[in-house]
């Protein structure tokens, strides 16, 4: 008898078992509608009391004819769905164009370069090694949602561990746990919180006061945690320093490297003004990073960084896209499914409304701090089936958004606990590919790591509770 390995179902399989269920759901729970909305500080949100069921049930037919919707017509209807401000083409458009820059930009080599350099200058002082690169790689996933480029510098790492005393385990910490530390509690990461609050219909980047100050919590508490792990471990049994027998010593930047380097945060600070004082959304934002990646491409061929020509140039920014188009495709597939569900309109019947209603008077006696706290947890177990950030805020916030409403918690809530769930987990779910990528790449087993990283993420978790629940009670906006 031969063991058969268990292999998690890819997200895409998931997603259409989700799109049969939701289009089964549509012929046995009835559909409804809210009659009217309340004005609450100036915004118009639903009344919960004027829920009214439909008169028909709203089940939709296998295929649809004349442009209509149907089981097998939700990937094309969520394609074409919505308009360039918002789900699902304006955000599919914006996915693609992004990963379009930052491939062109990491193509320059600008960015491994630099923490080469980083990397180097601390092999002789490595007391400040760990935290230090943590830092770098959470702000690298808080401004341009690194996630799955992690993998390269963890197989990079490694050796570098290795002569420094350190151990395997180091290396996936300070580049991929980091990296998630930052996706969590970012305030402008384009894949996260950008398309999340879009959805939601929150201002774009707004309440990211907040959101720094969580980042800076949570990564002081991922340096002080990495740095007294690797004073421990360093020197131990089995983890000697191998000396600087195989030393790398990179050479300076290049002019043309630091002129990359410049454009990206020049444009990041550009990108925050827009947004913060001329009201800048999606369709200028991602003008906003396709300026960043043509910059950085004329650099990268006027310089020659990564011997780029223009015709390199042009190739990383469609390899770029190309690597982002499974997330692009599951926002509108996802935008499909909430279709299938009757769409996401208030005001017209569908089973989507039916099941806010529900849910809201099941959990109508809580207090909002037990209501976002309740978010916070169901985010946290859903992503074990879609990693995808993207692709969780595009399921998930067009249910979590009006049911916020109708609990009485902030929508800016509601957001901050999708991100903190969907970004902590990733650290600990074998559904992510990021993550057992950069696993496979330090040769860790996965069930190794979950026994070294539960500790760190229980902390996180608790700090992620305590700060959901507070914006609850506040009235984070």
């Known amino acids: 008898m031969t063991d058969r390995k268990i292999t998690m179902p890819d997200t895409w399989l998931i997603l259409m078992a989700i799109a049969l269920l939701a289009w089964l759901v549509g012929w046995w729970v009835p559909g409804g509608y809210f009659a009217d909305t309340l004005q609450v500080d100036g915004k118009s949100v639903i009344d919960p009391g004027s829920f009214r069921y439909a008169d028909a049930p709203v089940g939709l037919p296998l295929f649809a004819e004349g442009g209509g919707m149907g ?11 919505g308009d360039k401000w918002g789900s699902a083409i304006g955000v599919f458009a914006f996915i693609l164009i992004t990963g379009g820059a930052f491939g062109v930009v990491f193509a320059t080599g600008s960015v491994e370069a630099a923490l080469e350099r980083l990397i180097a200058r601390a092999e002789g002082e490595p007391v400040w090694l760990l935290p230090g690169l943590f830092f770098v790689f959470s702000l690298a996933g808080a401004v341009f949602g690194m996630g799955e480029e992690a993998i390269p510098f963890t197989l990079m790492l490694v050796p570098v561990m290795a002569r ?13 746990v980091a990296t998630q530390v930052g996706f969590a509690a970012s305030w402008m990461n384009p894949f996260g919180v950008a398309i999340a609050q879009g959805i939601a219909g929150v201002p774009l980047l707004s309440g990211a006061s907040v959101r720094m100050g969580l980042w800076l919590l949570f990564t002081l508490v991922g340096m002080v945690w990495i740095a007294r792990y690797g004073r421990r471990v360093r020197g131990s049994a089995g983890v000697v320093p191998q000396g600087s027998g195989h030393s790398v010593n990179p050479a300076p930047l290049q002019s043309g490297q630091w002129l990359v380097l410049a454009v990206l945060i020049l444009g990041v600070a550009w990108m925050v003004w827009g947004v913060t004082q001329r009201g800048y959304y999606l369709p200028e934002i991602a003008t906003q990073f396709f300026c960043i990646g043509l910059a950085a491409g004329l650099v990268g061929t006027l310089f020659r960084l990564n011997q780029m020509t223009a015709n390199s140039a042009l190739e990383a920014f469609r390899a770029g896209s190309a690597q982002l188009l499974p997330a692009a495709m599951i926002v509108a597939f996802a935008k499909g499914i909430v279709l299938l569900l009757g769409g996401d309109d208030p005001a017209s019947p569908s089973v989507l409304n039916t099941l806010l209603f529900v849910c809201a008077d099941a959990l109508s006696e809580l207090p909002a701090a037990l209501t976002a706290l309740g978010m916070l947890v169901f985010q946290s177990g859903f992503n ?36 903190l769930g969907d970004g902590f987990t990733n650290m600990l779910v074998p559904t992510s590919a990021a993550l057992m990528g950069c696993l496979g790449a330090a040769r860790i087993d996965w069930l190794d790591w979950i026994g070294f990283i539960w500790r760190f993420y229980l902390v996180l978790f608790a700090l992620s509770a305590a700060a959901v629940m507070a914006a609850g009670v506040l009235g984070f906006a």
């Open 71 to 81: 089981l097998f017509n939700t990937l094309f209807e969520g394609l074409v769905a």
């Open 164 to 176: 420094l005393g350190y151990d395997k385990l180091c290396a996936v910490v300070v580049t991929y």
């Open 384 to 419: 074990f089936f879609v990693t995808s950030g993207s692709g969780q805020a595009a399921l998930t916030m067009p249910l979590m958004a009006p049911l916020a409403d109708l609990l009485g918690v902030s929508r800016q809530t509601a957001v901050l606990a999708f991100q």
